[in-house]
């Protein structure tokens, strides 16, 4: 028997790497292999770099190892200016800790990965291997943290809600449906009945979670499973309250991917926007407005269509410097039912969108906190409140004033790092035509 | 048209409360009312705490407030050492901000929720309210903030792998099955696949995220839908190296949950446990061991029955002073296809399980990395290769010897609360009778 004491295996970081003095032991993949006569460049893949190691092969043999190998290799850190890194490694041993059984099909070693999007998809578990496509991934993780980290600052609870669900929180036809022992259930289309739930609980909840709509739209801006960031917040004084806490997140988002993914956004070539003094401009002014500027007569007032926000990004980069812009006060039928009426005109909400570069990323507004409101509002709408007396729980017994909101996580990254499609900001993309991988 | 600014509404904390002269205004829900006659006591259920108002009567008048209201109130902060923040507030004024429309139907203001697990349950977004109650779930988030936490310290990445999915990672029949458009998809029981996937992308990756698994038990310590703390880390040496890395990271977490999660500890009286030096035994020692010590025979070998661990854990205890013991070198057969087999003994694995005062919590171990070896041990169990063919690029196309492992949270904080039913330990439980709310 023995005794387990927590010794951890360290990873080492590059910065680790830079500042040893004497042999380094690095460990990676064999990204890619250039043999230039007397000697070779051997380029291993670590956990967030690519290191450029000098093999000299009069010195050493060739090098024993192939592309796709995991290998050790030892060696000597030279500063080396021209490189990125600032270093290079002179190496001196390899080990093969595992051989690789074939060199991978779809060149992910030279730059850009070129493959029309069933190839990409098909091989994305190789795809994914290349920095380019890799430094996606790493930037969303930094989304997640720094939506985590504020609203842990601003003292919010993180909670996570059930997936699967007996009613959808959105109504409508797009909802999966699914077998639960003897009954029928659903998956979830978003956390909102459960996030409200908690608004009495903690005052302030978050989630970060999958979300699942049956939507057979094939686009580029959709996907059927995807992964929202929703926040809900008690004791709001006006639903201004949630689009400055948005604002203030995404600040505090950007300088933390300034901070620790700078590799990554210089990688991909990405500035990062401000989100500073965001334009909020009201839904019906919003669509005069485009109408007038750019000659666009406004076909229907019952939403935004996917154009008219493209030109309100516009708009907002042109008239205010910014490619955020805040649509608020949507029509009251263009909102779930549990959204607020303005008290002022209630043909309106008191709900807004935040547009990025000309689409939509979040939708958010504040909620009916009273009951009888509630369900009069239901009643209004031939709703049978019988279906949802655990929901209503919430507000007879006694909520705050609230409201929140729902970021697509996906739709983010995309708008942030200047994609084209949507697919390219999820690991494994759920469409009407992918299950595998 | 307005601008936004992210100038934020700012939560006060209890410490800045107290912290603060004169006059101050907090915010949150009447969590009980009692009129002493010349005066009341008002207690105000806050974002995490429950802080004392005295009201005098006689200077003010009655309170205006109901229990369940949600309100705002002036007064000034008085220390008062028998208090348990050490001040409570001499109330001055009320504003309601939302009336309540009905008292609780369950005492949730009384100390211990006492109901019935049915009732519990149906009424349970009030329940949630009650201050132990709640408690359960904010010690929950600081165990997923220090399972994240540590785990980027140690440049693991975090990644979100799809839950509707194609094919089940752990076979057998508790999955759930999903229409997708045309197809038949299922609920990920785990990410076990797409972990592996990312070991070669970013070396070590996390994920927190829920797993489905159609188990029609209905144990006290079963649930269909959990949240999995996953990690799979690449260029292990051995298999220890997993058990070591979950070590440290529940070292880092009791101490994160010691700074930050206090008042909720007191509150629960819950003594966290030292995660040093934690016995690791083989699976048939710890079978003999048991059988010996306990005088009950081995009824079989093929794994550990929930009595064995219990008697496992009582051991831990009683022998090596911890709640924890890690049980090693799982039979082959109890193992999925993935499981390295133990090159010095091939009927047995390179794998283990984490038991917590007589349960398991975790599962894991190292993986087949080598495609050759990995469709070998697939053929032998008969599996049809043609299946997995996107699964197995991981393999074909290069990846270092790793490994990982799966920790319930619910059951991680079931057992280090102390708590007797695993529904406890999720907001919103899932199992074969309970799909709402």
């Known amino acids: 028997m023995i005794k387990i004491n927590g010794d951890i295996k360290k990873a080492v ?66 500063e080396d200016l021209r490189s990125k890194l600032g270093f290079e490694i002179h190496g001196s041993k390899i080990t093969i800790v595992s051989a690789v059984e074939n060199i991978s099909p779809v060149p992910i070693n030279k730059g850009k990965v070129n493959l029309h999007m069933d190839n990409h998809l098909k091989y994305r578990p190789l795809v994914l291997r290349n920095p380019k496509i890799r430094a996606i991934f790493k930037i969303q993780e930094g989304l997640c943290r720094g939506f985590r980290e504020f609203l842990v600052s601003q003292q919010f609870t993180e909670f996570r809600s059930p997936k699967i669900v007996a009613q959808g929180a959105e109504g409508g036809a797009n909802i999966f449906k699914l077998e639960y022992f003897e009954k029928m259930a659903f998956l979830a289309q978003s956390p909102q009945f459960y996030k409200q739930a908690m608004v009495p609980v903690f005052g302030r909840v978050f989630e970060v979670g999958p979300v699942f709509r049956a939507e057979k739209h094939d686009t580029s801006r959709h996907l059927n499973e995807y992964t929202s960031l929703d926040f809900e917040m008690g004791f709001i004084d006006t639903f201004y309250d949630i689009m400055n806490m948005e604002t203030a997140m995404l600040k505090y988002t950007f300088s933390l991917l300034e901070k620790e993914y700078k590799s990554e956004l210089e990688l991909l070539n990405v500035q990062l926007p401000s989100a500073d003094n965001i334009p909020a401009i009201k839904f019906y002014e919003a669509k005069d407005l485009i109408a007038e500027k750019y000659n666009r007569p406004v076909r229907t007032y019952t939403d935004l269509e996917p154009d008219e926000e493209r030109l309100l990004g516009k708009w907002a980069k ?29 043909d309106v909400t008191l709900s807004f969108d935040l547009l990025l570069n000309g689409m939509e990323i979040t939708t958010g507004g504040q909620r009916i906190n009273n009951y009888t409101m509630q369900i009069e509002k239901m ?6 409140i019988a279906d949802f007396k655990s929901y209503l729980m919430t507000h007879k017994y006694g909520t705050p004033p609230h409201g929140g909101l729902g970021i697509g996580l996906e739709r983010l990254t995309m708008q942030l790092l200047g994609l084209d499609n949507i697919r390219y900001t999820t690991l494994f993309p759920r469409d009407i035509n992918h299950l595998i991988p």
């Open 379 to 384: 009643t209004k709408l031939g709703m049978d």
């Open 318 to 346: 042109e008239e205010h410097g910014t490619p955020f812009v805040f649509v608020t006060h949507y029509p009251s039928s263009a909102r779930p039912f549990y959204t607020m009426d303005d008290p002022e005109n209630p």
């Open 13 to 78: 970081s590059v910065e680790e790497v830079k500042n040893s003095k004497g042999t380094v032991e690095i460990e990676g993949t064999v990204h890619r292999l250039r043999d230039m006569g007397s000697f070779c460049f051997i380029l291993l893949r670590t956990l967030n770099q690519v290191i450029q190691v000098v093999w000299d092969n009069e010195a050493n043999g060739t090098p024993s190892c192939a592309e796709g190998d995991s290998i050790k290799i030892e060696g000597k850190v030279v």
